[in-house]
């Protein structure tokens, strides 16, 4: 199944990144998804964190979630936008339904893009949604 095979994935990504390290911590600690994942993907990774005890496996007690959504303002800021909010909102459950305590902390990033003259009417601008958990000074490091 789609979940065995991420969660295997995910508990091998784990291996990897502490054999390469050389360190005591066994979790990983950030977790980015990508403007090209499908929501059938976040759909799974739901599921797969929705799990105390496996959350604790592959994220630990200190992690930082990022999801950057592209919106393209030539229609008003509303085209790509839908099919990309499935992004923020799984972040946002991060912050409402599995770890509700601190240190919990979510914030929206907003990038501009330069524009040229050639295409002054076509704004395009990168959202990162974040999550960061277990981490006392999350504002001092987000500036």
Same mark, same amino acid.
């Given at each position: ?47 797969? $964190? &929705?799990? !105390? ?9 200190? %992690?930082?979630?990022? =999801? ?42 907003? $990038? &501009?893009? !330069? ?9 395009? %601008?990168?959202?990162? =949604? ?14």
């Amino acid at each position: 199944s789609c979940y065995g095979q991420t969660l295997s994935s995910l508990r091998a990504m784990v291996k990897k990144a502490t054999s390469d390290d050389n360190t005591s911590k066994n979790t990983l600690s950030t977790l980015i998804i990508d403007t090209k994942t499908p929501n059938t993907m976040g759909r799974i990774l739901h599921k797969i $964190f &929705n799990q !105390t005890l496996v959350r604790r496996e592959i994220l630990g007690e200190a %992690y930082v979630i990022l =999801a950057p959504v592209i919106i393209d303002d030539e229609n008003g800021g509303k085209e790509g936008a839908s099919s990309s909010s499935w992004r923020k909102v799984l972040v946002q459950r991060f912050r409402t339904e599995f770890e509700q305590f601190s240190p919990a902390h979510q914030a929206n990033l907003f $990038f &501009n893009a !330069t524009t040229t003259e050639a295409n002054a009417n076509n704004h395009k %601008y990168l959202e990162v =949604a974040t999550f960061s958990f277990g981490d006392k000074a999350f504002f001092e490091h987000l500036t």
